[in-house]
């Protein structure tokens, strides 16, 4: 799992926000302090008295059992409030279309009385001294029912794309910000409520371990709880797969080709983009560069037809015959020559190169990354992509994990010196080509799973 995994939140609290006065949208509205849910325990919410006849195994299992309820709980009220307070006054204020609604929004509806039902079976098999015997079987029949988060998170991409479109928009940029400015939000943008079916899926697991950790062996609830695992983790790993086939398939139809020559059957097949983002070269040109399966594709971010889409700068690079290079910090200096002595200068930091020859065929681009992490995630994003690529055509061999990769076709490593490093910055002087690593999605996982045979492959955790 990777970009589900991301992240997992968590809300509590004590009471519902009062959604009617003042309203968010409101301009005379007073300013107050944010509403912030407070952690509930069971072992605080019900009888100590009870508590104490415990053992304290049996307390934690307790207070595991109900903290999935009460996510529930949360969860649920979330959803609700993201369709009182956002959903319906945007679709009354005609702030958006309806159309632009429901692709924001997706099937959240739906989601809600999936989780008022598991609630409800919690709540009928907690006893009045608050304690819950088995939850177990509950689990195992209601987790199937998350397979229809499918379609929720694979709409995601989509929907935050047409969000951030939307936001250009100052009538709703007006309105998010007020909302956010409310005490209601808690903080949290819009995004965020949207964001948190997601997180919940991806939590699960962890609850479930939680409950099963503090269940004795002779509990039959164990049985069952291991099986609820199984189930939740295999329906988590569907959604992701599909998740990430949806991601690839957003940006595919949004790559612009300025002639037939560019396109590319490496991009056509591909089922997985493995990471993706801005990065700068020498001379400063910001583009967009896709990391698929098995191709390296820089792009320009244009609008056309009023969307955000990507124009290929560069004929695709096969990522079989890449060769990817870290250079070090001063090693490359603006306008595209070798020069140690500007190593302070931050515009010259965090650098790698990627190169390509195939006939007369040449491309090289000296890429910078916004700061070290994302340069190295961006190096191990690549040399997975090639590993994986060497590995399905059976050249694990010329690969060189710490440094350059070989030549395939030669069996050679790369010449180090300075006459090819200088022909290399002659190149670079003439391609355009760079980024501004802000944001860099990685989803190497999906690639390993594509290809299990590899069995050396790293994870590298992503962000959707």
């Known amino acids: 799992m990777s970009d589900l995994c991301s992240r997992s939140i968590s809300f509590r609290s004590e009471s519902r926000p009062d959604l009617l006065a003042p309203r968010p949208w409101s301009r005379n509205a007073a300013p107050s302090s944010t509403k912030r849910r407070d952690s509930k325990l069971w072992s605080e919410t019900f009888d100590v008295c009870v508590n104490q006849m415990l053992t304290s195994k049996e307390i934690k299992r307790q207070e595991a059992i109900f903290e999935l309820s ?9 959803l609700k409030l993201a369709k009182k307070a956002y959903h319906d006054p945007m679709l009354k204020l005609s702030i958006m279309t309806e159309q ?19 609630l409800s079976q919690l709540r009928d098999v907690r006893k009045p001294d608050g304690s819950t015997e088995h939850v177990g079987p509950i689990l195992v029949g209601w987790l199937p029912c998350l397979s229809s988060y499918d379609s929720y998170c694979s709409n995601q991409v989509a929907a935050k794309a047409l969000l951030d479109h939307k936001k250009q928009d100052h009538r709703v940029q007006d309105f998010l910000q007020r909302c956010l400015e409310s005490p209601f939000s808690r903080k949290l943008d819009l995004w965020n409520f949207l964001d948190i ?7 699960y697991p962890l609850l479930l371990r939680e409950i099963l950790r503090h269940t004795p062996n002779d509990n039959p609830d164990q049985q069952h709880l291991e099986e609820a695992i199984n189930i939740i983790q295999g329906i988590v790993a569907e959604i992701n797969t599909k998740t990430g086939e949806s991601e690839c398939r957003y940006y595919k139809e949004r790559l612009l080709y300025l002639e037939e020559g560019q396109k590319d059957s490496l991009i056509d097949s591909s089922r ?15 583009l967009h560069v896709f990391l698929f399966q098995e191709v390296l594709v820089i792009t320009r971010a244009v609008t056309h037809n009023e969307q955000l889409c990507y124009q290929l700068y560069r004929q695709p690079i096969p990522v079989k015959d890449l060769l990817l290079e870290d250079l070090q910090d001063g090693e490359v200096r603006l306008g595209g020559s070798l020069r140690g002595a500007f190593s302070n200068n931050e515009r010259i930091k965090n650098f790698f190169r990627v ?29 997975q992509a090639k590993e994986t690529v060497l590995c399905a055509a059976g050249q694990a061999g010329v690969l060189d994990s710490e440094g350059p990769f070989l030549d395939p076709t030669t069996g050679s490593r790369e010449p180090q010196g300075e006459t090819k490093l200088e022909q290399m910055d002659q190149s670079d002087s003439e391609s355009d080509c760079s980024m501004d690593t802000s944001e860099v999605s990685l989803d190497c996982e999906r690639m390993e799973q594509t290809d299990s045979s590899c069995g050396n492959s790293r994870h590298v955790e992503s962000n959707v």
């Open 272 to 286: 997985v983009l493995c990471c993706h983002g801005e990065l700068k070269n020498n001379r400063g040109v910001k």
């Open 355 to 383: 190169s390509f020859k195939n006939g007369s065929q040449s491309q090289t681009h000296s890429l910078q990354a916004n700061d070290t992490f994302n340069k190295q995630q961006w190096l191990n994003c690549i040399r």
């Open 100 to 118: 632009e609604l429901n692709q924001i929004f997706g099937t959240l509806d739906s989601l809600i009385p999936l989780h008022e039902d598991l």
């Open 70 to 78: 009460q996510g529930e709980e949360d969860l649920i009220e979330d």
């Open 197 to 203: 079916p997601r997180s919940r899926l991806v939590k």
